[in-house]
């Protein structure tokens, strides 16, 4: 406990910002104030609760089955693809799924209240993959944002993709529609990365695993079970993915319960599919999303 102590004496704030040993044994940041609560795990710099103050249901969805262990990915929440998004480049099998950042244990650098109440968190990854450097800024109040900083430290440009994979908590996903890509392509992962387009609402009523290309506007899931709309702004995204794994691949997945499909979705701030990031020598990039609730 003694890190745990450390953090605490370093970085808590009283009465809103404590640390503690939480799932797994795992470090965790508590968040409560009078504007919203939010725990992060500090293995995976990983957002695992939100919820603002007025609010009755949670805004992430967690799988009740989720692994909280070092060198495992965390189901649920937010959890951060990078510096590749899906299988590594090369194709390699040794190379995690979905990058390096979900699965590291990540340093407390600074912490804070701005002037509107709301709490910051500013998170970095120790080391570097390539001569990529990452940093996670984590606000917490009525709304929750999260500003992932990508910076080349090297001499020559390196590429990349990313995604802030969040999975949101919905009341049945029969009553959802999600707003704000109608008329926009799409890369269907279920068949070969078919590129169609969008008409209307996006409506989920089977396997859903797209990459919407070319959008950086705003979208809304509207939940008619809870009365609310859940606010998705993205930043530095130039694609969006949409993904819900249904029946079958519910039942595949062992961290996933079978019946766990249709209390969520996934819409994930991306950098993926054609819309790859090529920083050049000291450049940064800057992924990230902001998540608010209405009636």
């Known amino acids: 406990m003694l890190k745990i102590d450390a953090l605490n004496k370093r970085c808590g704030i009283p009465d809103v910002l404590s640390f503690d040993e939480g799932e797994g044994g795992l470090p965790f940041a508590r968040i409560r104030s009078d504007r919203g609560e939010a725990d992060i795990s500090l293995y995976g710099a990983h957002v695992t609760h939100f919820k603002p103050v007025g609010i009755e249901h949670p805004v992430l969805w967690m799988s009740p089955e989720a692994v909280f262990a070092e060198g495992k990915a965390i189901r649920g929440g937010i959890p951060i693809c990078w510096p590749w998004f899906g299988n590594h480049p090369s194709g390699s099998p040794e190379k995690p799924a979905h990058g390096v950042a979900r699965i590291r244990m990540w340093e407390v650098k ?34 929750l944002e999260l500003r992932l900083t990508t910076e080349n430290t090297g001499d020559a440009p390196e590429a990349m993709t990313a995604a802030l994979h969040t999975y949101f908590s919905v009341s049945e996903i029969g009553k959802v529609r999600i707003k704000g890509f ?28 797209r990459i ?29 993915v949409v993904w819900n794994p249904w029946i079958e691949k ?38 990230g999303i902001k998540i608010s609730v209405t009636p």
């Open 182 to 209: 109608d008329g926009v392509e799409y890369w269907d992962q279920l068949e070969g990365n078919a590129v169609k387009r969008q008409e209307g609402d996006i409506i989920i009523d089977r396997e859903v695993d």
């Open 110 to 143: 600074e912490t804070g209240v701005d002037d509107a109440g709301r709490v910051r968190l500013r998170l970095a990854m120790p080391g570097k993959e390539s001569d990529l450097a990452l940093t996670l800024e984590i606000v917490v109040g009525s709304a």
């Open 212 to 240: 919407y290309v070319g959008t950086e506007g705003e979208c809304r899931i509207v939940d008619e079970g809870w009365e609310r709309a859940i606010r998705v702004t993205r930043e530095g995204s130039g694609s969006a």
């Open 250 to 287: 519910s039942a595949r997945l062992g961290d996933f319960p079978d019946d766990g499909f249709p209390g969520m979705v996934c819409i994930e701030a991306a950098n993926a599919g054609p819309d790859v990031v090529t920083l050049q020598p000291g450049m940064r990039h800057v992924l």
